[in-house]
T-cell receptor
């Protein structure tokens, strides 16, 4: 079974520029998550999709971050304009079922963003 | 308030010995799930073990076991017979309200170093 694919793996941009990250979840996984992991911290959920609908985006800075999951498969996370504090690893994860206690998330390798 | 607390920023263990990584959590839910993930230097989060709040037996997966003490709200990870490849960051995570699609919340992590 193919894992969660993410690209690009690394991105360096200047502040105020824009960037987009792409994620392709495991086939058949209805739920997709974007997490932000700042160096030295645990991952923090930015947004959670169930198919192509948003379940939770309470911690997404909506003035600069946006995400979409058209057709309920792959997803794009965009930052515009970027700030220095956006430097982090952006992890995408997917899972088979949302409403299950043992709902295991499978993560991709992450996209490391450096904002200069 | 912190939902997940990992008080050990770094731990050392000798190869072939056992090590315990601490995790305490805070919730008022009766139904919740506890997870441990490993994050090697490559960046990908790898699922290790799961414990449901109603599970009476401690979870075990190969060399990993979860010491679940519900009254103390602790879910410590025990790794037996440590190997050099176990050197990584370890994250404890919790899902509350799992039957309503509650999000996975991570602790700050513990960096484990296995010495030869």
């Amino acid at each position: 079974e193919a894992g969660v694919a993410q690209s690009p793996r690394y991105k360096i941009i200047e502040k105020r520029q824009s960037v987009a990250f792409w994620c392709n979840p495991i086939s058949g996984h209805a739920t997709l998550y974007w997490y932000q992991q700042i160096l030295g911290q645990g991952p923090k959920l930015l947004i959670q999709f169930q198919n192509n609908g948003v379940v939770d985006d309470s911690q997404l800075p909506k003035d600069r971050f946006s995400a979409e999951r058209l057709k309920g498969v792959d997803s794009t996370l965009k930052i515009q304009p970027a700030k220095l504090e956006d430097s982090a690893v952006y992890l995408c994860a997917s899972s088979l079922r949302q409403t299950s206690g043992a709902n295991v998330l499978t993560f991709g390798a992450g996209s490391r963003l450096t904002v200069l | 308030a912190q939902k997940i607390t990992q008080t050990q920023p770094g731990m050392f263990v000798q190869e072939k010995e056992a090590v315990t990584l601490d995790c305490t959590y805070d919730t008022s839910d009766q139904s919740y799930g506890l997870f441990w993930y490993k994050q090697p230097s490559s960046g990908e989060m790898i699922f290790l073990i799961y414990q449901g709040s109603y599970d009476e037996q401690n979870a075990t997966e190969g060399r990993y076991s979860l010491n679940f003490q519900k009254a103390r709200k602790s879910a410590n990870l025990v790794i037996s017979a440590s190997q050099l490849g176990d050197s990584a960051m370890y994250f404890c995570a919790m899902r509350e309200a799992w039957n309503q699609g509650g999000k996975l919340i991570f602790g700050q992590g513990t960096e484990l170093s296995v010495k030869p």
